[in-house]
Nanobody, 122 residues
Framework: VQLQASGGGLVQAGGSLRLSCAAS???????MGWFRQAPGRGRDFVAR????????YYADSVKGRFTISRDNAKDTVYLHMNSLKPEDTAVYYC?????????????????WGQGTLVTVSS
């Protein structure tokens, strides 16, 4: 499975972006996650969604501002980001979980996209 993340860019604080993650193979049986890595930091959990989209989890830092969703018919996962802050600046990665639920831990993901850069200016 190959994952292609897109939709990053430069946005002003308070703005919005929608990231997309398109998979070359089927992802419908797997949890999917978004992580981010800011300069000088490790890869941090952002959001994840179970295989059927029924349950979503978010990092406290993005709760209420970001929304994860998926379209299994298109093998695509999305991250809608609103009210962006400069501290959201990072490379954002999507990943396919080892199982149906995913987790907050990078070790639970088998495949990773190449990342898309989000820069939020103040």
């Amino acid at each position: 499975v190959q994952l292609q993340a897109s939709g990053g860019g430069l946005v002003q604080a308070g703005g919005s972006l929608r990231l997309s993650c398109a998979a070359s193979g089927h992802i419908s049986n797997y949890g999917m996650g978004w992580f981010r890595q800011a300069p000088g930091r490790g890869r941090d959990f952002v959001a994840r969604i179970t295989w059927n989209g029924a349950t979503k989890y978010y990092a406290d830092s993005v709760k209420g501002r970001f929304t994860i969703s998926r379209d299994n018919a298109k093998d695509t996962v999305y991250l809608h980001m609103n009210s962006l802050k400069p501290e959201d600046t990072a490379v954002y990665y999507c990943a396919r979980g080892l199982g149906p639920n995913g987790s907050d831990n990078t070790d639970s993901y088998a495949y990773w996209g190449q990342g898309t850069l989000v820069t939020v200016s103040s």
